[in-house]
Structures are given as C-alpha cells and as structure tokens.
C-alpha cells in the first residue's frame, strides 16, 4: 500500500511565498513522476507542475517563473515551491504519482492540501 501525505498548505497574502511538500511512502520500487494538480470548486483539476524520472521538469505556462517544483530521490518527496501568490492560486493543491512498487505500476492521488492567498 502507498500512500501520499501532502503538507506546507495554509493562508497567505497576496505576493507571499509558500512551499507544499508531498511525501510517498509505501513499498516504493521506483518512481516515474510526481506532479502537482490544483483544483477550485467546480472546477477540474490542472497541472500546475511535474517532475519525472532524470529530475525533468514541466510547467503550467502561468507559472513558469514563479513556480518551482524539485525532488529528494532519498525521501521520495516532492516540493512545490510557489513565489509571488495571487489569490486566483487559491485551490485544493493535490500530488499524483506514478511509481512502481512491489505489485507492480501503479498511479495514487493524495488528500490534497488547501492554500489560499488572501490578505
């Protein structure tokens, strides 16, 4: 069984930063990507930025630059540093990952973490 535990959400003013960290855990063989989606009532979940096998990365064009997503290989984790918020960041943040463990491949969402930008 895998589990993924989000932390870092909270409030923030607008033009803050803030740091989601999520952590997988489990009888983990390997990982091949670890994303963030955002989601806001009524809405779809969004890509906001991924990191894949080899530390390659991907980002939503709207946060490009202001955006920063990074792992630890050691402690399967992946951070989402977030620079400059703006209130229309506000969302659910919820990690997926794609990883192999000891059943084979398989895909897992977290509980997601609530942030929101407000002064």
């Known amino acids: 069984q895998v589990q993924l535990g989000e932390s870092g959400g909270g409030l923030v003013q607008p033009g803050g930063p803030l740091k989601l960290s999520c952590a997988a855990s489990?009888?983990?063989?390997?990982?091949?990507?670890m994303p963030w989606y955002r989601q806001t009532p009524g809405n779809q979940r969004d890509l906001v930025a991924k990191?894949?096998?080899?530390?390659?990365?991907t980002y939503a064009d709207s946060e490009k630059g202001l955006f920063t997503i990074s792992g630890d290989n050691d402690k399967n984790t992946v951070y989402l540093t977030m620079n400059n918020l703006k209130p229309e960041d506000t969302a659910v943040y919820y990690c997926?990952?794609?990883?192999?463990?000891?059943?084979?491949?398989?895909?897992?969402w977290g509980q997601g973490t609530q942030v929101t930008v407000s002064s």
């Open positions: 990191i894949s096998v080899g530390g390659v990365t």
């Open positions: 997926w990952a794609d990883l192999h463990t000891d059943r084979g491949w398989s895909t897992y």
């Open positions: 489990g009888s983990i063989v390997s990982i091949y990507a």
